[in-house]
């Protein structure tokens, strides 16, 4: 099966290769393809000379291994498949599907003779047991579903049209996502699949593992926190704002539906800082979606609100190059993103639609930059506007900075 190579991906794992004591985690939300990039470790392994019987290879969702829950059913199933001389390759794809699957993975790896390579759909892989177990033995690399350049490439790997116009193209990123098999459906079909996905994840990953008494209220909230992403909120926000909507909740109860939808990776929170205490600011934060496709699949207003969703590809994108991220905020004014490196290279950016609409708007985007006295990059990005040079404010365009994969 030919499979279009991600390969930003493929570059940060590829050290790793060949790494028997350090087990390979790779995450992400449903969908967003996790499986397709183990398929292409294994393949490139294969193309490098590794013979197939040194690859083992575990789909534990498909047909022939559904069966596989207990800890010795998953050892015997290695077992069976390792006759090889040298290092094997084990790829275990949906392990968390099998119990007590630590002390098997560990088992193998404290033998040394195996790379190890696992995926799991939600934060509960890298919770309890495996981190307690394998503290420092474990590295996550997290999967996003695709960004802009990597939805272009896919398009052309599909021999899907692309638009002349890079914006239209970008607009139409923005309202269907960036789930990768969504890519091979046409018109309302691609709303239905993710619609499929979003059931799939409460299915699969929240209900096997948590209870949820009131699946309604859950779903209530679920709703609402994908439709106000890129708010700015607090737990009494939320309350309030159901309340008044005809779904009271004890606050416990929404604290942990909101955790529950982080830890399948629907849901991304970014907290506040501010860079004059340089602290974080407690109680308030923002949602971001781990994909708009979320978004316009649960709702059927299709208008594209470019506040924040040019705010949640940005997020989104930063987090694939391995940013971490926070809301900054100057006194009164808020600076959208400050992205950190490394612990060393800083940079702000600050997201709008355009500036273009009269000299206040273009002050207000401008004023959070002037108030930050450091001399780390300042990014202002605008979805489709003449460019700028003022005070040495960096200014880009989204579609053309994704397209070429720019770092900030």
Do not use: W
Request: aromatic share 12%; hydrophobic share 35%; glycine share 6%.
């Amino acid at each position: 099966m030919r499979l279009y190579r991600r390969e930003d991906y493929l570059q940060k794992i590829r050290g790793f290769y060949h790494d028997t004591d350090i087990i390979k985690v790779i995450t992400g939300v449903r969908r967003c393809g996790k499986s397709c990039l183990m398929e292409m470790i294994s393949h490139e392994l294969r193309e490098n000379g590794i013979p197939d019987i040194n690859i083992i290879y575990l789909n534990l969702d498909r047909r022939g291994f559904r069966n596989v829950k207990t800890a010795d059913q998953l050892d015997a199933l290695i077992e069976q498949r390792s006759a090889a001389e040298g290092i094997k390759y084990l790829f275990i794809d949906e392990i968390q599907n099998v119990k007590d699957f630590e002390e098997v993975v560990n088992g193998y790896r404290e033998e040394g003779k195996y790379s190890i390579f696992i995926t799991g759909s939600n934060s509960y892989l890298l919770s309890g047991e495996l981190a307690t177990k394998l503290t420092g033995r474990y590295l996550e690399f997290e999967v996003f579903t695709l960004t802009f350049a990597e939805y272009l490439g896919m398009k052309t790997f599909l021999k899907k049209p692309i638009s002349q116009d890079l914006t239209a193209e970008f607009d139409l990123y923005l309202a269907e996502g960036g789930f990768p098999k969504a890519l091979s459906y046409e018109g309302a079909d691609k709303q239905t699949y993710i619609q499929g996905v979003i059931k799939e994840i409460f299915e699969k990953d929240i209900r096997k593992r948590v209870k949820v008494r009131k699946v309604s209220v859950f779903e209530t909230v679920q709703r609402y926190i994908i439709n106000n992403f890129g708010a700015t909120t607090s737990l009494t926000n939320i309350l309030e704002d159901l309340k008044k909507n005809g779904c009271p909740i004890r606050r416990e109860t929404l604290n942990r539906y909101i955790h529950i939808l982080e830890e399948a990776k629907i849901l991304y929170p970014c907290e506040r800082f501010d860079l004059k205490s340089r602290k974080s600011i407690s109680g308030e934060q923002k949602y971001y979606l781990a994909d708009l496709g979320f978004y316009f699949a649960l709702n059927t207003d299709k208008r594209i609100n470019y506040g924040p969703a040019l705010e949640n590809v940005v997020y989104t994108y930063a987090r694939s190059k391995g940013y971490n991220i926070s809301v900054g905020r100057i006194g009164k004014l808020e600076c959208d993103f400050i992205l950190g490196r490394n612990n060393m290279d800083y940079s702000y950016v600050q997201v709008a639609m355009t500036i273009m609409n009269s000299i206040e708007t273009e002050d207000r985007e401008y004023r959070p930059f002037e108030k930050i006295k450091d001399n780390y990059p300042k990014y202002l990005i605008t979805r489709n506007d003449l460019i700028q040079h003022r005070g040495g404010i960096i200014h880009v365009n989204i579609a053309p900075f994704m397209k070429e994969n720019q770092l900030f």
